[in-house]
């Protein structure tokens, strides 16, 4: 009882600054407020899988139908005295749902909280002022000793973000990882390099001299491409250098991106 008797003094007392600043999005610290006049029984995070507050810049959370991947990670303590997550960084792709399948292999409990690393430090600040605090918010797990827990997690923004334990000194003892999530395909493919030798609008074809198509796995030739828009021919001139994009469509060769 205590800490909900202290969850909710702490959300009338920082309803205002701590929550509007980015700790979760403005639409929670609403629901928090709003609860208040009929839930004590309301722990702090219940009650909003629901709305779409749950949208934070990391992502939202996901459903287990769409996971593409799931990673294990554990949460435990060193025999040199730190706290650790194993691993303790993450490279996801861009659209990637996420299992996160969380052991807490040590001996003290630990938490998993994941967010952009500005929201990770208010959250921090927090704990360390109510340490009491429990969070049983989508994009996070608490786990005892020798307990396991599930989060489902779904990266729609590319961006560096942060996983951490906030319980008080686990920070600091290093319970923190890194997460990068990057967009997919954009970084693949590389322009190629060549020149035009004759455009025929009326057939809508383009003869191109070209370095060898990496993404095609076609060496350095002349070839006749098809464009993908009508208007990148209006752009090409013979003897033009240019630098294209080209892939199959349709099973037909064609420019699908030039400058
Ligand atoms: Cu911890």
């Given at each position: ?71 294990e ?6 025999d ?119 455009v ?5 074809k ?35 250098e ?18």
């Open positions: 009882m205590n800490t909900k008797i202290l969850t909710t003094t702490f959300l009338i007392a920082l309803s205002g600054p701590v929550f509007a600043s980015g700790l979760h999005t403005g639409g929670h610290a609403v629901t928090h407020t709003d609860d208040e006049t009929h839930a004590s029984g309301h722990a702090h995070g219940q009650g909003h899988a629901d709305n779409m507050h749950d949208e934070l810049a990391v992502g939202m959370p996901g459903s287990i139908d769409n996971v593409t991947r799931t990673v990670i554990i949460m435990k303590e060193t040199d005295g730190d706290m650790i997550f194993e691993p303790a960084a993450l490279d996801i792709k861009e659209g990637e749902t996420i299992r996160f399948e969380i052991k807490n292999t040590g001996e003290l409990d630990h938490e998993f909280v994941l967010d952009d690393v500005a929201a990770i430090m208010e959250h921090k600040a927090v704990m360390d002022k109510f340490p009491e605090m429990e969070h049983d918010d989508p994009n996070s797990a608490r786990l005892a000793p020798g307990e396991e827990g599930e989060v489902i997690w779904s990266f729609t923004n590319t961006g560096s973000f942060e996983f951490a334990c906030l319980i008080p000194g686990h920070y600091e003892s290093g319970m923190r990882g890194d997460v990068v999530v990057e967009a997919v395909g954009s970084a693949d493919i590389e322009y190629t390099k060549g020149t035009v030798k004759k025929n609008i009326k057939s809508g383009v003869t191109i001299i070209h370095e060898e198509l990496t993404n095609l796995g076609m060496p350095a030739m002349t070839m006749v491409f098809r464009v993908a828009e009508a208007d990148m021919l209006e752009k090409m001139n013979a003897g033009d240019i630098q294209f994009i080209a892939d199959r469509v349709k099973g037909k060769l064609t420019v699908i991106q030039m400058k």
